[in-house]
């Protein structure tokens, strides 16, 4: 079995030295001899695994006989130094036989049959099953089917395996130092855990603690760009107000030159210009007074007619502060135009003044844009022209 995504050969060679006896064995002897240059290199037996056959060859490494003494020497399977040669005179041959067809006799002796019959019965070859078994103990068929998934690819699935590992070196621990290389190995892995977990919880403070600073900066960004656009709207509602001012008065100037021949008196002038700054009552005392002042000598029925009009906009409005049907007066209606506009722009002022404003987005339309009328206005509004009508 592979140890942890340590690598295939490693954690074999692991597995061989310590007898199969566990992972936690298997990485206490990967990490004892982590260091040597030969780790990752196939394993390879003395000669005398196979009866002294083979040529000469270089002395092995830790990789051929187990691993490094506690001096850091290299160590051979019958428990020699790294430069002495294999039993037989003669250097490493492999556990493999490339010329062999079988598994040998001794791994044939030591895996279950009943497993491997039930192996095979599932497409398996025979050497690919009898390999599994022998190198997983014939723990189970589940354990050996998991070994052959991992190692479908290896290049040498299908190789037997020929050389009987019994002879081979065993590690130079005792079972003692091994269990102790192993808990040592279990400490260092609960250390490095425990450092990781603590500073990927310092990197998701990090990133908490800057997700909100930028939630506070867009927030902040938000406002000021909502408070830019109050202010420009704010401005174009001014520029709006003192434009329609202006046309109002140069209106009032006109119709003065018209009914008197002469420029109006600086006095009314100044007042018409300051109306606007009054409080809504006084502008609809203003704008009553205006009409009375402009029309109750020269066109009393049409005055009264005007004013009787607008009391019954403002009478319905009042009567019904919630209905926005009644908060509505089209210029285009036949009564307004018939009655009311004849003596504008007073008579629009002073729907203005009592809450009937004009609507942007419908210029034919004098509406009361609040969800509820001024009653207490336009009943003011109504005293005023009650004591004009009366005296017409």
Sequence with gaps: MEVKGLGVIRSEKACWFTSNKGVAEAEAWIEANKNDPEIDKPLRLPKEAEGGAGGGGSSSSSAAAGGKDADGDAVMADGSGGDSKGAAEGGDVPMEDVNATENGQFLKEKINQTMLKEIMDMGFAQVRAEKSLFLTDSVGVEHAINWLTEHLEDADIDKPITVDPSIAAKPKMSKEEAEAAALELQAKIKREREAREKL?????????????????????????????????????????????????????????????????????????????????????????????????????????????????????????????????????????????????????????????????????????????????????????MDLVVNKL
Aim: aromatic fraction near 8%.
């Design 200 to 384: 990927e919880a310092k990197d998701r403070e990090k990133a908490r603690i800057e997700s909100e600073k930028m939630m506070r900066e867009t927030a902040a960004q938000l406002a000021e760009e909502q408070k830019k656009r109050d202010i420009q709207e704010r401005d174009r509602l001014k520029r709006e107000h003192e434009a329609h001012a202006a046309q109002l008065k140069e209106q009032l100037r006109l119709d003065y030159i018209e009914r008197f021949g002469k420029e109006p008196p600086a006095e009314e002038e100044k007042a018409a210009e300051s109306i606007y700054e009054k409080p809504a009552k006084q502008q609809v005392t203003y704008w009553v007074n205006q009409l009375k002042k402009n029309y109750a000598t020269s066109k009393p029925g049409e005055l009264k007619v005007c004013l009787t009009t607008i009391k019954a906009y403002a009478n319905n409005a009042k009567s019904n502060p919630t209905e926005s049907k009644y908060h509505r007066i089209k210029r285009d209606n036949k009564a307004f135009k018939e009655r009311v506009a004849p003596l504008a722009p007073e008579s629009e002022e002073l729907l203005r003044a009592m809450g009937f404003k004009d609507v942007e987005a419908e210029p034919e339309v004098f509406a009361i844009q609040s969800s509820t009328a001024d009653g207490w206005l336009l009943g003011e509004g109504i005293k005023f």
